[in-house]
């Protein structure tokens, strides 16, 4: 990020909402949109095989989809989340 961009965090909570997290965002120069290395979360949570969204927890649409960028890194978008 260059220093005229605003660090922002994505925080994670528990599924009974308690903090357990918070991971920097990054901007894709292509959309401007901000997004997280899976890299990062899985440094973070070291046995993670997928994330959801709050809500029903049954519903296969609240796991969150990965994006691979044209380096090969693997992201999801900020605004998944």
């Known amino acids: 990020m ?3 961009t605003p660090s ?5 909570e528990s ?5 357990l ?14 997004y997280i290395l899976w890299d990062d979360i899985q440094s973070t ?3 993670v095989v997928f994330l959801r969204r709050p809500g029903n927890s049954d519903r296969v649409s609240n796991k969150i989809l990965f994006m691979i960028d044209q380096n090969g890194e693997l992201y999801v978008s ?4």
């Open 2 to 4: 260059d220093s005229e």
């Open 8 to 12: 922002i965090f994505q925080r994670f």
């Open 15 to 19: 599924q009974d909402g308690k903090p």
């Open 21 to 34: 997290a918070s991971l920097p965002t990054y901007v894709c120069p292509e959309t401007s949109k901000r």
């Open 45 to 47: 949570f070291a046995d």
């Open 78 to 81: 900020f605004s998944e989340l």
